[in-house]
């Protein structure tokens, strides 16, 4: 098993463009999230899935759109790329059964985006 | 809202020596407790985890102690290695959460001194 695959590693982008972020799990996992991590901090939750058509915002959710088309596949939209957005993100993955709780997450290598 | 923090932001030990870090919550609604290892440039590794059911739970090398009367929980690492050298995270879940959402702290870097 891969386990959960980030596409591209780097990227740098302009003010105002717009790029997807891949993540791709063989898992088999239902719940799948994005995180982003600034530098020196912690992770902060951006959107999360706990199945394929269903998404939820998290804690900072503006300026990124999601979609769920798979069960393998959550990528990140940024819609109009500002400095602020200037991070390393997390995609991650875990079992959900409603009835167990919580399990872990399992991530990803992370993509380090730089917005100049 | 309410947040997971960590008492200190980077920890020294000598190898061959035990740590211990510590990490403080505030909800005490939270029911799932977990420790991620990051080393530069990767993304998180799972170490260890604790329900709310439990007080304490060992794994290799590695122990998670919760209080919950403190709201208090810390990771030992016994006979610390210089692969242990990393930043450390705790992490909660706070019902009804919705799936796996987790809460994480600024994280603690551990340096370990040949």
């Known amino acids: 098993n891969a386990g959960v695959t980030q596409t591209p590693k780097f990227r740098i982008l302009k003010i105002g463009q717009s790029m997807t972020l891949q993540c791709a799990q063989d898992m088999n996992h239902e719940y799948m999230s994005w995180y982003r991590q600034d530098p020196g901090m912690g992770l902060k939750l951006i959107y999360y899935?706990?199945?394929?058509?269903?998404?939820d915002k998290g804690e900072v959710p503006n300026g990124y759109n999601v979609s769920r088309s798979t069960t393998e596949d959550f990528p990140l939209r940024l819609l109009s790329a500002a400095p602020s957005q200037t991070s390393v993100y997390f995609c991650a993955s875990s079992p959900f059964r409603d009835t167990r709780g919580p399990e872990k997450l399992f991530f990803g290598s992370g993509t380090q985006l730089s917005v100049l | 809202g309410e947040s997971v923090g960590l008492h200190l932001p980077t920890l020294s030990v000598q190898e061959g020596d035990n740590s211990i870090i510590n990490c403080a919550y505030s909800?005490?609604?939270?029911?799932?407790f977990i420790w991620y290892k990051q080393e530069s440039g990767k993304g998180p590794q799972f170490i260890i985890d604790i329900r709310s059911n439990m007080d304490k739970r060992q794994g290799q090398r590695v122990t998670v102690l919760l209080n919950k009367t403190v709201k208090h929980l810390s990771l030992q690492i016994a006979a610390t290695q210089p692969g242990d050298s990393a930043v450390y995270f705790c992490?909660?879940?706070?019902?009804?959460?919705?799936?796996?959402?987790?809460?994480f702290g600024t994280g603690t870097q551990l340096k370990v001194e040949l």
């Open positions: 909800n005490s609604a939270s029911d799932y």
């Open positions: 899935s706990v199945g394929a058509g269903i998404t």
């Open positions: 992490a909660e879940n706070t019902p009804p959460g919705g799936g796996n959402k987790l809460t």
